[in-house]
């Protein structure tokens, strides 16, 4: 299979699984901004890592993980009503921490900048 088709499959799972996600009543994921970075599928279609992040201030990872694992089943058939494979894959849903790594290292910068002028100034 030609990557760049490999490509546009990724690219075209992440925006469907996008709107999915909104229809989805499971509380544990509809209290919580869930959102999908990523997702790569295999070379045969039969597996994809579904990568997300989850936005809120008590989200509770291991509760939203649960809720999509739940949600599988509908996802899947969701996705099969919409993109047009002969076969949809098996999601593995998995934790995307590199939004919070960001902020946290952003914030490491501002207080390193807030530091270094204050030794300027004194």
């Known amino acids: 299979m030609a990557n760049y088709r490999k ?16 229809e989805i009543k499971d509380p544990r994921i509809q209290r919580n901004i869930v959102n ?21 201030k008590n989200a509770d990872i291991k ?3 649960k809720g999509l694992e739940s949600a599988s089943g509908f996802i899947r058939r969701s996705l ?17 921490e590199s939004a919070e790594n960001g902020a946290h290292i ?9 530091s270094s002028n204050d030794r300027e100034n004194n």
């Open 7 to 22: 490509g546009r499959i990724n690219e075209e799972m992440t925006k469907e699984l996008s709107s999915i996600l909104r």
């Open 36 to 56: 999908v970075t990523a997702s790569f599928v295999t070379a045969d279609l039969k597996y994809a890592k579904i990568y997300y992040s989850a936005i809120a």
């Open 63 to 65: 509760e939203v993980q």
């Open 80 to 96: 099969a009503h919409t993109l047009n494979l002969r076969i949809t894959p098996e999601l593995t849903f998995i934790h995307d």
């Open 106 to 114: 952003t914030e490491l910068l501002k207080k390193v900048g807030e």
